[in-house]
């Protein structure tokens, strides 16, 4: 079983940055791709970036393009981290860690979540 436990998040002012972070646990070698996703009130949850975990390459959309950046950390380089800077009210939601087994391709369905994290931005 894989475990995905998320931190950071909280409360900015327009302009200001965040980081996210999600550690694995678990059986992490059936995952192949790690994500962000988020949504916000009565909207539907969309990707945000993410990381290839057995290779290298990121992915980002366009409303985070730029902005975010996505990362693979730590010691044992189980943690998926997501900086976020020059946010804007319209980044609020909740951001959630998501983790993929087999496939390399930030499209398609996601097999494991974390419990999620507020972000929001507001003067």
């Known amino acids: 079983q894989v475990q995905l436990a998320e931190s950071g998040g909280g409360s900015v002012q327009p302009g200001g940055s965040l980081r996210l972070s999600c550690v694995i646990s678990?059986?992490?070698?059936?995952?192949?791709?790690m994500a962000w996703f988020r949504q916000a009130p009565g909207k539907a949850r969309e990707f945000v970036a993410g990381?290839?975990?057995?290779?290298?390459?990121?992915?980002y959309a366009d409303s985070a393009r730029g902005r975010f950046t996505v990362s693979r950390e730590g010691a044992k380089r189980d943690t998926l981290a997501l900086q976020m800077n020059h946010l804007t009210p319209e980044d609020t939601a909740v951001y959630f860690c998501?983790?993929?087994?087999?496939?390399?391709?930030?499209?398609?369905?996601?097999?494991?979540w974390g419990q999620g994290a507020q972000v929001t931005v507001s003067s």
């Open positions: 678990g059986f992490a070698r059936e995952i192949y791709y």
């Open positions: 990381h290839n975990w057995i290779g290298s390459g990121t992915n």
């Open positions: 998501a983790a993929r087994r087999g496939s390399t391709d930030y499209r398609g369905d996601y097999h494991h």
